[in-house]
């Protein structure tokens, strides 16, 4: 049974999250649906990560297994007709080898979290970035953020309801960018790991808005990473200004041979 992979955008505000639950609208249940329009008795789809509600992505990736072996441009070009006009779009599908796994076979989860630091509230980005009121000390925070680079317990930075084995993960990159705007500034955080823990990322960028405003110091973030207590960390950050921006693989299968 041919085996292909979808690399799907979405905009995370009318969802409970990526996994399908029972009374409340996912994207997982959006793209299936629009498959069981080709396919009824298709066996699902499995994807790289579940992203939480109102969390965005840029670069979900998930397989399914047809009956027919569809051109990959066609196939997509079928299920964006049937998943409008919900805000979800297959911008890529490709052939895959059987063996290929969308979560499995990564090597690599890349996230992009979006805050806004100004006065007046968000227009065009509404539900699209965190806004935050006052100016932030973005090299501040890139001083807390570099001890969280590396092999790390990072108890203090997952949800209590993570499912993960181990709170044990290295963190590869987490990089803060600052983008002057004609009123206010747009500050990017971007991560990169293999995998991440339950609400890491959000707990990580809350936190460190707490030394940008100046509430902590950055050296706080090392004495709360070495606490391995969920009590020691900031605030969790809210979902809207985060993206699953891309997943690795080790031969991308969105790149023509």
């Known amino acids: 049974m041919p085996r292909f992979a979808l690399k799907i955008e979405y905009h995370g505000a009318p969802f409970s999250g990526w996994q399908r639950q029972k009374e409340h609208p ?42 027919k072996d569809w051109d990959p441009f066609r196939l997509s070009e079928a299920l964006n007709h049937h998943l409008r006009p919900q805000p979800v779009a297959v911008v890529a599908a490709a052939r895959v080898a059987e063996d290929f796994h969308a979560r499995f ?20 980005d509404a539900g699209l970035v965190w806004r935050v009121q006052r100016p932030l000390d973005v090299a501040a925070m890139q001083d807390g953020a570099a001890c969280l680079i590396g092999n790390h317990d990072f108890t203090t930075f997952r949800s209590v309801m993570c499912q993960a084995a181990s709170p044990v993960k290295t963190l590869d990159e987490i990089t803060i960018d600052e983008i002057p705007l004609p009123h206010g500034t747009e500050i990017r955080f971007h991560l990169r790991a293999r995998s991440f823990l339950h609400n890491q990322v959000r707990s990580i960028v809350g936190t460190l808005e707490r030394v940008g405003a100046g509430s902590w110091a950055p050296q706080d973030v090392r004495t709360a990473l070495e606490a391995r207590d969920r009590a020691a960390c900031g605030p969790v950050c809210p979902p809207e200004g985060l993206y699953l921006q891309e997943v690795i693989y080790p031969d991308d299968p969105f790149v023509p041979d």
């Open 26 to 67: 996912s994207v997982q249940e959006a793209v299936e649906g629009a498959l069981r329009k080709l396919q009824p008795d298709h066996a699902g789809i499995a994807a790289a990560g579940r992203t939480d509600a109102g969390v965005h992505a840029t670069g979900q990736v998930a397989h399914v297994d047809l009956a």
């Open 105 to 124: 076979s990564a090597v690599e989860r890349r996230y992009l979290f979006r805050l806004l630091a100004r006065r007046a509230p968000a227009t065009h």
